[in-house]
């Protein structure tokens, strides 16, 4: 039985227990309600890193940002809900703003509000609801409402590591560390905005992947230059005209005021482009990106749709993007069941009885045999080089447990519709070698044990066969 088959069994079962109690049976089927959900992911760090922004990159839309929880989830036409303490969620407007669509809040502006909910029409939020957290938001609040986190930081500082190392405290969160990605999102700022400046930022991103304070906190560490990805996803035609001026100027004209944002928007400008105009483009683009675009153009992406292209594959977003796949909408049932095994876990402490005996033992099973929280572990292990398997078996470990999609054919590979016995035979063939590579003296233990969770993914193939 699959874990989210399994817990979603043992939630029902205490339902079934706390019946007579109203405060824990409204928490457990709230989590029941959360299954049926697209997978919940909070994009959460300090003041300052970027949450609005990566946010926007992600949808697609220059959306001005919201005080306090905001709530992104598809919807057939914009519309935004304030969800508040008490009573019924109330409609607010969606106004056009300085060329930004704006929730229009009104009269909830500063009062308390749960959250703000968003509706908008765009392929990202098919499979995801992306929640903008706000920078006093607590790890349990995060943690608590999300089932994946991006978790966003300039520098790897120790508040960020203290925050990440909280949320984990708990022994479920610890057992099962498979809902975090980190993010470098204001990658264009490392080394003080040079060219190659998202280079460095990569590198470092590698770095932070095989860090030992690092690696069981998160699944991965992706850079992201945030302002590049959201001009690139939302670049408009007078935006790249002024661009495009910029670059027919000779380098050397241009240099100096490009070295900070008061030189480019400064007087004696040896183009006319106004200064509204230039510190437009600085806001949108940050100084970084008004150099790199400009290169850009010089070197021949002078039309904008290869520019726009050559900003989306710069700026991270793609990896960012394929990183939320790989390791939450893709594994939405793990998610969800983890998500349900600490709310169920909080039942079991707060409201402890007799009757509960067998429901702690059937969390410490299915905890303990989940073998779903080994596959993602070892999936970000392969792919950040912490464990390494000899000659292509890490690229064929990687794909049998589900690192380029998680149904059979793209676990074995195949490129066409095989029949029953075919897809059983090939199975076979993968666990056989998998088995002797399990066993074989040669490997250290680590490799060894990655064997066994891939033999123990090929035996689940066989098991949901006919």
Known sequence: MTIDRLVWTILNEALAVYRDSPRASHWLRMHLARFEEPVRIAVAGLPGSGKSTVVNALIGEQLAPIDGFAWYRDGASPRAQVFAPHGPPQEVPIVKRDGRPRVELGAWRGQQVDRVVVDWPTRTLRDAILIDTPATATPEQVFGEADAVLYLMRHMHSADLR??????????????????????????????????????????????????????????????????????????????????????????DLEDHLLSADRFVGPDFPVALGADVRQGLVERFGIFGVRLTTTLIRQGFNTQVKLTGQLLQRSGLSELRDAMGLYFTERREVLKARSALLALDVVLRMEAR????????????????????????????????????????????????????????????????????????????????WQEHAENPVLDNAQRQAASVVVRSCEGMLAALP
Request: hydrophobic share 45%.
């Open 163 to 252: 925050l990440l190392q909280t949320a984990h405290d708990h022994a479920i969160a610890r057992t099962a560390a498979v809902n975090t990605v980190v993010v470098l999102s204001r990658a264009d700022e490392i080394g003080a905005g040079r060219i190659d400046a998202l280079s460095s930022a990569k590198q470092i991103a590698r770095r932070y992947r095989r860090d030992v304070h690092v690696q069981p906190l998160c699944q991965n560490v992706v850079a992201v230059a945030g302002l590049l990805a959201i001009a690139g996803r939302t670049l408009h035609e007078k935006e790249f005209a002024a661009l495009g001026a910029l670059a027919a100027l000779p380098r050397a």
């Open 354 to 433: 007799p009757a509960a005996r067998k429901l702690v033992t059937d969390l410490e099973r299915a905890l303990a045999s989940a073998h779903e929280f080994r596959e993602l572990r070892l999936v970000a292990a392969l792919q950040s080089g912490r464990t390494k398997l000899p000659g292509d078996l890490d690229a064929e470990a990687l794909r049998l447990v589900g690192g380029q999609g998680t149904n059979p054919l793209a676990r074995l590979g195949m490129e066409y519709e095989p029949d029953e016995s075919e897809l059983r035979e090939a199975i076979f063939d993968a666990l056989d070698r």
